[in-house]
């Protein structure tokens, strides 16, 4: 069975840091593009960050970029999300997300796994 497993989510307060891990099993993920996504409640499910399947490339959203990074490691099936600088509108379940079309780009419609997200809450 293919699975993509969040963790890392929690309460954290603004100004803080967080980073988010999301581990993938029943196959290997090296050779896909991986992606982090994220929804507030009441609003739709917005792309974070990618990244190509070496980690040579990595792109973000507008509203994260220059605070988080987006990382990989293939040999760990893992793909991760440091998230520094967090404010309170960055407070949205965060779903890890696997395109296997494509080594190197990543977009909401062409994610083929999700996973089922993990809850991150920054209070002001």
């Known amino acids: 069975q293919v699975q993509l497993v969040e963790s890392g989510g929690r309460l954290v307060q603004a100004g803080g840091s967080l980073r988010l891990s999301c581990a993938a099993s029943?196959?290997?993920?090296?050779?896909?593009?991986m992606g982090w996504f994220r929804q507030a409640p009441g609003k739709e499910r917005e792309f974070v960050a990618g990244i190509s399947w070496r980690g040579s490339s990595t792109y973000y959203g507008d509203s994260v970029k220059g605070r988080f990074t987006i990382s990989r490691d293939n040999a760990k099936n893992t793909v991760y999300l440091q998230m520094n600088s967090l404010k309170p509108e960055d407070t949205a379940v965060y779903y890890c997300?696997?395109?296997?079309?494509?080594?190197?780009?990543?977009?909401?419609?062409?994610?083929?796994?999700w996973g089922q997200g993990t809850q991150v809450t920054v209070s002001s």
């Open positions: 997300a696997a395109n296997s079309k494509s080594r190197w780009t990543m977009s909401r419609n062409a994610v083929d796994y």
């Open positions: 029943g196959r290997t993920f090296s050779n896909d593009a």
